[in-house]
């Protein structure tokens, strides 16, 4: 039965090129690189995100409220139909971030996401997780909203696997084509050479690296992906109307 539960505080920090580069080679030092990594190129993430019409999820999550939580399908690269992908619900309350997901095959994952129906009988699909997803879909009548894709280099503690750093770049969009098998482009959140670090732990930061931070002039900033995109979707059809 496949389930991933995951309770755990998020810290997240914007990087240049050149920041990005001297503190993964003081990061090496204490932490291992994830597999998908040991080529020395990143993985692709691509993720939907689901949404009311009036994407109402996006907007309280905006408002920076104490309970907050999305929905997504998140999938490793571009899937096909033979591909295992995440339904996944995440949820944040007082800083404390919940994620729990459930493999599916993708177009189960889409049947189910669709009409909230899907045969559980399988050993990689787990009840509980699909009947929260299921009340989540229902108490919100949710829809494809934001396709959000990202390569990732990630870092685990050697020590202590509670510890995980990652640090995601060419973060891009798209408000069409909501399906994760139609590729993996989009519109650039952010700029060339930039870095959204994450620092992802359960207990207390280890002293090192609350020193490497603190040498490095590192301050924790608010950003979400889907949030940024949102903002950006908006801004372009305002400037849209305006040109009209």
Same mark, same amino acid.
């Given at each position: 039965? #496949? ?11 914007? /990087? ?9 080679? +003081? ?10 990594? *040991?080529? @020395?190129?990143?993985?692709?993430? !691509? ?27 998140? !999938? ?34 889409? +049947?189910?996401? +669709? ?16 009947? +929260? ?24 503690? =050697?020590?202590?696997?509670?510890? =995980? ?9 798209? *408000?069409?084509?909501? #399906?994760?098998?139609? @590729?993996?482009? @989009? ?10 670090? *994450? ?18 002039? /590192? ?7 889907? @949030? ?11 400037? /849209?109307? /305006?040109?009209?």
């Amino acid at each position: 039965m #496949a389930i991933e539960v995951f309770n755990r505080y998020e810290n997240k920090y914007m /990087l240049d090129e050149i920041t990005f580069k001297r503190v993964t080679s +003081e990061l090496k030092k204490y932490m291992v690189c994830d597999k998908y990594n *040991e080529s @020395g190129n990143p993985y692709e993430i !691509a993720n939907i995100y689901y949404d009311t019409e009036e994407h109402f999820l996006i907007k309280e999550s905006l408002q920076k409220p104490k309970y907050k939580e999305k929905l997504r399908l998140r !999938a490793y690269g571009v899937p096909n139909e033979e591909t295992l992908v995440y339904a996944e619900i995440k949820k944040k309350f007082n800083g404390l971030v919940n994620k729990r997901r459930t493999s599916l095959l993708l177009p189960d994952a889409y +049947e189910f996401l +669709e009409s909230k129906s899907v045969d559980v009988d399988k050993p990689y699909i787990n009840q509980q997780v699909i009947n +929260e997803i299921d009340f989540m879909l229902n108490r919100y009548d949710l829809y494809p909203s934001m396709y959000i894709a990202y390569d990732r280099w990630a870092y685990f503690n =050697r020590e202590d696997k509670d510890l =995980r750093i990652s640090f995601d770049t060419n973060i891009r969009y798209r *408000e069409t084509e909501l #399906a994760l098998e139609a @590729g993996n482009h @989009g519109k650039s959140i952010l700029e060339e050479g930039h870095y959204l670090m *994450e620092i992802k732990c359960s207990k207390n930061i280890p002293l090192w690296l609350s020193q490497l931070l603190t040498e490095m002039s /590192l301050f924790p900033v608010s950003f979400s992906k889907y @949030g940024m995109a949102y903002k950006l979707q908006m801004q372009s059809k305002y400037n /849209l109307a /305006l040109s009209a």
